[in-house]
């Protein structure tokens, strides 16, 4: 089974279509975290949930906005995309404070 | 910010030990020293951590300096499939793995 699963794996979309990207962990960790990784190949921190709630929110534009229905699920919708948008998308997730995160395998997403 | 400094680039021989130096010189008393890989495409994948004594698994070694300024990471028989981008990460308060560039580690045959 597969840990931290995203879908999809690729996203081709057109500028200022709205789309969702999904998130599920089955490892029973209470914080779930976005982050994006651009054609630089830095990866930056999103969003953290800890239990359903928003922990860390690194300046995001508020066209992002994550959703958790429950602690093993963060989906991550954007509004309006924009060329910049462009990137691969990682979700991964953690048990308590300073155990590993367990990342996904990536959502490749190209904004036309 | 990223709080450590790894060098750029490195090569390693398949079958010798690869040896990833990192600089954390201003890492706190509860902090962690963590390291994660990315190989090509896919996901970064946890390898060690460690506070303050030298820690290995299956995957790894890591030695940490009494100071704790510094750490090594270790691959003992490094092969090809070690290719990869390896992050030296300090953890932040509340879970915040904040990725610097990493060292790009290149095995050869």
């Known amino acids: 089974d597969t840990a931290v699963s995203q879908t999809p794996k690729y996203l081709v979309t057109q500028m200022g279509n709205d789309k969702s990207i999904k998130c599920e962990q089955n490892l029973g960790h209470d914080t779930m975290y976005w982050y994006k990784q651009d054609s630089k190949k830095f990866l930056k921190i999103m969003f953290s949930y800890n239990n359903k709630e928003l922990i860390i929110n690194e300046t995001v534009p508020n066209r992002f906005s994550p959703k958790s229905p429950d602690k093993a699920h963060l989906n991550l919708h954007i509004n309006s995309l924009e060329l910049g948008d462009s990137a691969v998308y990682f979700c991964?997730?953690?048990?308590?404070?300073?155990?590993?995160?367990?990342f996904g395998q990536g959502t490749r997403l190209t904004v036309v | 910010d990223a709080k450590t400094t790894q060098p750029t680039s490195m090569d390693c021989a398949e079958g010798r030990a690869a040896n990833l130096p990192c600089n954390h010189s201003?890492?706190?008393?509860?902090?962690?020293v963590y390291w994660y890989r990315q190989i090509h495409s896919q996901g970064p994948q946890y390898i060690i951590h460690g506070l303050k004594n030298n820690e290995t698994n299956e995957m790894a070694s890591l030695i940490i300096t009494e100071d704790r300024k510094s750490s090594t990471l270790i691959l003992p028989h490094a092969t090809l499939r070690d290719t990869a981008v390896y992050y030296c990460i300090v953890m932040e308060y509340g879970n915040k793995l904040v990725f610097g560039a990493g060292t790009i580690l290149r095995v050869k045959s």
């Open positions: 201003t890492i706190s008393g509860n902090e962690y």
């Open positions: 991964a997730s953690s048990g308590l404070r300073y155990t590993e995160a367990f």
